[in-house]
């Protein structure tokens, strides 16, 4: 066993978390709180998710409910990141994670690769769905950011007859890309920096290096293909105004 979960897990695990905290208070980040909070849940959800996993797996309709709620979390977990202020804009953050990560998990399943078993279907899908919505959130903000802060050129090009979503397009696409290098980071030095958690997770059950390192590059390589997509989708919502903050026009293409 990798850690004793006992009082002494508690403690450090407290201290941990308020030494975080504590760090982006003195730097003035502005997130003491949100680190509090984000750690604290995390320790509820856990607790709650370990519990419910021991259920659901039994059951396929309660498998399906519980994939879908992850869904739900993610697609309002980024809508909320990218569009922080009220209204219906952020509930566009369901295509893009959708986009990337249905076919994925439906190809697996129709493959063989994945079985219809809640205790193999529910951390793959909840891997592509993590990495879904860590590139929309990041794509989406800095596309939203970009465009906010050349709006300038934005009209330039509209001066000079490109369409809306085109003019749109010119100034977002890159920095909607530079969502892509965490994972393309991850993926190009595996085992070198970092041994990601599929990979130990499988040592510490039993399964030889060969196989664990085996599974690892396939939980990568399906990443960067549910990430790729949920970047050109999320770009491209933001370039048709679908995805936009709340002070911004409406698009007026359709």
Known sequence: MLLDVNATFGAVLAVLLCLAAGTVALARLGRARDTLVAGTRAAVQLVAVSLVIGWVVRSLPLLLCFLLLMYAVAVRTAGRRVVPAPGGAWLWAAVPIAAGVVPVVVALLLTGLVPVRGITLIPVTGILIGG??????LSGRRALDELATRKGEVEAGLALGLQEREAR??????????ALLPGMDQTRTVGLVTLPGAFVGMLLGGASPLRAGAVQLFVLVALLLVQAVAVAVTLEL?????????WEPRSRET
């Open 169 to 178: 397009l010119e100034v977002a696409r890159e920095a909607a890309s530079d």
């Open 238 to 246: 933001v370039a048709r105004g679908r995805l936009r903050r709340e």
């Open 132 to 137: 879904a919505l860590t590139v929309t959130v």
